[in-house]
């Protein structure tokens, strides 16, 4: 082999060495995009799913929003439902005690209590159980040493509940076995 092959030979080489550096720096330079873009992927798809998270809830919430005004609305027009109600009981009692007929009031109230049933509106129980702050109200207290305290001697307006929430509480009296003198 000749000098100028030497040389030639060397050349290549020298060639070969530098294109494969150029490669190596060429590989290193796209694994070092490949891992910011990776690193971008995941920041992107974090965001997404805090985002899809926050959806949720806004979605949970707005429900949440609406079934309360839903059950505000009804709740309203049921309570003056229940005035009109109450008339019709006292027009009945007030008929009964004078003797006259009230088989028409009382068809009216079957129908009425026929549309409260349907509707989840039940009557809160009170007559001779125990004074309950969330179903009763107390507005006046009778001494009795016959009774416990705090037994309901005398409900003065029908309470009511519209499937679990309490839309009117029962207005009542209570008994209790020692009333303190005030001076």
Do not use: C, W
């Not at 294109?19 to 992927?41: A, D, F, R, S």
């Not at 009804?74 to 088989?103: E, G, H, P, V, W």
């Not at 109200?137 to 679990?164: M, Q």
């Amino acid at each position: 082999m000749s000098e100028n092959d030497n040389e030639i030979e060397g050349e290549e080489k020298t060639l070969q060495e530098a294109e494969m550096k150029k490669e190596t720096g060429v590989i290193e330079e796209l694994t070092n995009k490949l891992e910011l873009e990776k690193e971008k992927v995941s920041l992107q798809e974090k965001k997404i799913q805090y985002l899809l998270a926050d959806f949720e809830n806004l979605k949970k919430r707005s429900e949440l929003d609406v079934q309360n005004k839903v059950n505000s609305i009804s709740d309203n027009m049921i309570l003056k439902f229940l005035s009109i109600y109450d008339d019709f009981i006292r027009a009945r009692d007030a008929l009964s005690r004078q003797n006259a007929n009230t088989d028409g009031l009382d068809a009216i109230l079957k129908n009425m209590d026929s549309f409260l049933s349907e509707y989840g509106v039940q009557p809160i129980e009170a007559l001779g159980e125990a004074f309950d702050p969330r179903l009763h109200e107390a507005i006046s207290i009778k001494n009795d040493p016959e009774l416990d305290d705090d037994t309901i001697t005398t409900e003065l307006r029908k309470g009511y509940v519209l499937k679990d929430r309490i839309i009117r509480p029962s207005l009542v009296e209570i008994s209790k076995k020692h009333i303190k003198e005030m001076n």
